[in-house]
T-cell receptor, first 112, second 113 residues
Framework: ETGVTQSPTHLIKTRGQQVTLRCSSQ?????VSWYQQALGQGPQFIFQ???????GRGNFPPRFSGIQFPNYSSELNVNALELDDSALYLC???????????FGQGSRLTVV | EDQVTQSPEALRLQEGESSSLNCSYT??????LFWYRQDPGKGPEFLFT???AGEEKEKERLKATLTKKESFLHITAPKPEDSATYLC??????????????FGKGTKLSVKP
């Protein structure tokens, strides 16, 4: 059984640029959630996808967008990057929308 | 507003010195309370889910308990490899609703040999 994998693990972007982060969900899981974790803070919910449909969104602006593919993998896209977007971005997959979530290793984004 | 507060922020223990971490919460309809372990620069690792007051779960040196207002993570005879940040999260809302987790800021545990 493969776990949740994310790519890239580290990346550096310039303010104003766009970034796409990728997530492969755990085998058998149809739900993917994305979280942003700033240094020293707990993860903050960005949005969730259940069977390719958005199933809830946290308090993040529209420049944060996502998609889930038929194989349940997912991408997080952030436009017009700001310095405050620097964080660890975590993807979590689960069997159902409100069951236990298992996290990937994260993508560390630095905006300069 | 749903909220999770963890205490202490940091805890330093000697190897073998047992202690407890606290997670207090206010939510509109608790569906589950989750404990995760997070090593520096890594994603959270799932430890336990608790669903109702009075429930307890154990895994090696860790034991999690739940009341109507808080949860405790008890660490018995910790070892240096238990050093990590422990995150508490709640899932709230009606059945079938989105399953987003609301996290606390975590407790950073250091265990010295």
């Amino acid at each position: 059984e493969t776990g949740v994998t994310q790519s890239p693990t580290h990346l550096i972007k310039t303010r104003g640029q766009q970034v796409t982060l990728r997530c492969s969900s755990q085998s058998g899981h149809n739900t993917v959630s994305w979280y942003q974790q700033a240094l020293g803070q707990g993860p903050q919910f960005i949005f969730q996808y259940y069977r390719e449909e958005e199933n809830g969104r946290g308090n993040f602006p529209p420049r944060f967008s996502g998609i889930q593919f038929p194989n349940y993998s997912s991408e997080l896209n952030v436009n017009a990057l700001e310095l405050d977007d620097s964080a660890l971005y975590l993807c979590a997959s689960s069997f159902m929308a409100n069951s236990e979530a298992f996290f990937g290793q994260g993508s560390r984004l630095t905006v300069v | 507003e749903d909220q999770v507060t963890q205490s202490p922020e940091a805890l330093r223990l000697q190897e073998g010195e047992s202690s407890s971490l606290n997670c207090s919460y206010t939510v509109s309809g608790l569906r589950g309370l989750f404990w995760y372990r997070q090593d520096p620069g890594k994603g959270p690792e799932f430890l336990f889910t608790l669903y109702s007051a009075g429930e307890e779960k154990e895994k090696e040196r860790l034991k999690a308990t739940l009341t109507k207002k808080e949860s405790f993570l008890h660490i018995t005879a910790p070892k240096p490899e238990d050093s990590a940040t422990y995150l508490c999260a709640v899932q709230a809302g009606l059945a079938g609703s989105q399953g987003n987790l609301i996290f606390g800021k975590g407790t950073k545990l250091s265990v010295k040999p």
